[in-house]
């Protein structure tokens, strides 16, 4: 199995909704990615999970809270989103050490109204 | 700051062959990666080089290296309209679970 799979695809919520994108690979990676990719842009690394733990925030705001219950699983719990939050939210993992080979999730297109 | 610099367009007509270029500013950049992108979709890692090296070959993809002016390049022969999606070229410093820096992404079109 070499996938990442992501749930849900697509998803609208309210500035005022709290909500969760899940991420979920069984390749026994231990380290998990949370990117966000506006339209037409590159993805922007959000968090970095190795071990289950957090060990890179690239200065997301508290908005966004990650969480990694275990080592096949990741979630970003989202409160109080803007408008501008609005984007495709890709998840990726791969193993520690050496090349850093990343295998992506379809991402969550997240629309924020 | 690590910079990755790529074009943002680029036609072919099928049967053609495509090269895609990048420039990175980094020079401790140590792995070099291609990833494709279709609509709809994540990011799938094509090839990836090591600095130490100067071309890579994998079937229809060749990746070539030119250290010395930090440009990297990927060569797709006999492009197929199932190439056309987006390209990002990407780089990573040395080993563990570092950043990995994108690039703005190339536009493949292949017109039939």
């Known amino acids: 199995d070499t996938e990442v799979t992501q749930t849900p695809k697509h998803l609208v919520m309210g500035m005022t909704n709290k909500k969760s994108l899940k991420c979920e690979q069984h390749?026994?990676?231990?380290?998990m990615y949370w990117y966000k990719q506006k339209a037409k842009k590159p993805p922007e690394l959000m968090f970095v999970?190795?071990?289950?733990?957090?060990?890179i925030n690239e200065s997301v705001p508290s908005r966004f809270s990650p969480e990694c219950p275990n080592s096949s699983l990741l979630n970003l719990h989202l409160h109080a989103l803007q408008p501008e939050d609005s984007a495709l939210y890709l998840c990726?993992?791969?193993?520690?050490?050496?090349?850093?080979?990343?295998?992506f999730g379809s991402g969550t297109q997240l629309s924020v109204l | 700051g690590e910079d990755v610099e790529q074009s943002l367009f680029l036609s072919v007509r099928e049967g053609d062959s495509s090269v895609i270029n990048c420039t990175y500013t980094?020079?401790?950049?140590?792995?070099l990666y291609w990833y494709k992108q279709e609509p709809g979709a994540g990011l799938q890692l094509l090839t990836y080089i090591f600095s130490n090296m100067d071309m890579k070959q994998d079937q229809r993809l060749t990746v070539l290296l030119n250290k010395k002016d930090k440009h990297l390049s990927l060569r797709i022969a006999d492009t197929q309209t199932g190439d056309s999606a987006i390209y990002f070229c990407?780089?990573?410093?040395?080993?563990?679970?570092?950043?990995?820096?994108f690039g703005i992404g190339t536009k493949l079109q292949v017109i039939p």
């Open positions: 990407a780089e990573s410093p040395s080993g563990g679970y570092q950043k990995v820096t």
């Open positions: 980094d020079s401790s950049s140590t792995y």
């Open positions: 999970y190795s071990y289950e733990k957090l060990s």
């Open positions: 990726a993992s791969s193993e520690t050490g050496g090349s850093e080979k990343l295998f």
């Open positions: 390749m026994g990676h231990r380290a």
